[in-house]
């Protein structure tokens, strides 16, 4: 058994997979009966193994063929996401020396019941240059904190004509309002 999303956030659904193993260890065919062990999430449908996030912490799920139950796989629950803010500078000045040239690292840390938070979608945009005219981000549009300080770190690269500065804003939701901090600016000046 499998959860692929083994973090999901309260109200989000994770779906479980499951394969029934035969003594010779070949796969078969099999219906199974998913439940939850704990009230951490719940499942929506016994059949799909769908289950939802109700409260934070950890959670277990099982699939049972007859009268065998599977080991559990664990589902952690993350509370509300509630705000993000800059951990470090907001403000970095690049001296250009290749065309590849990149910004410090800038970094977003998010918090979740004032607790640093984990695995959180931080979304980036780039405010100016219009259109993004010779930057982009590294490593993309999204990225996602991480650690035990509930950090993600992202640069900005010069991809073309140099402009004199970039400005981006780092922005996070929850169950689509933006939460306290957001957008946060980052602005990067690119120096010859």
């Known amino acids: 058994m499998s959860v692929p999303d083994s973090v999901i956030g309260m109200g989000d659904t994770t779906h479980p997979k499951g394969v029934a193993i035969n003594g010779r260890g070949d796969s078969t065919a099999a219906t199974f009966k998913w439940a939850a062990l704990d009230t951490t999430i719940r499942v929506v449908d016994s059949l799909s193994g769908a289950a939802v996030g109700v409260?934070?912490?950890?959670?277990?799920?099982?699939?049972r063929v007859g009268s065998l139950t599977s080991n559990p796989a664990v589902v952690n629950v993350l509370g509300p996401l509630d705000s993000i803010a800059a951990l470090g500078r907001t403000r970095d000045?690049?001296?250009?020396?290749?065309?590849?040239?990149?910004?410090?690292?800038?970094?977003?840390q998010a918090f979740s019941g004032g607790t640093v938070s984990q695995h959180r979608t931080i979304t980036l945009s780039i405010d100016f240059p219009p259109g993004g005219t010779g930057i982009t981000l590294v490593p993309g549009n999204t990225i996602v904190t991480r650690g035990p300080l509930g950090t993600a770190a992202f640069y900005v690269q010069l991809t073309g004509v140099r402009p004199d500065s970039?400005?981006?804003?780092?922005?996070?939701?929850?169950?689509?309002?933006?939460?306290?901090?957001?957008?946060t600016r980052f602005v990067v000046v690119f120096l010859p």
């Open 55 to 63: 409260s934070p912490g950890p959670g277990r799920l099982v699939a």
């Open 93 to 108: 000045t690049v001296k250009v020396s290749t065309p590849d040239s990149l910004s410090d690292s800038l970094r977003v």
């Open 166 to 183: 970039a400005v981006v804003s780092a922005t996070a939701t929850y169950q689509g309002v933006p939460v306290t901090g957001s957008p």
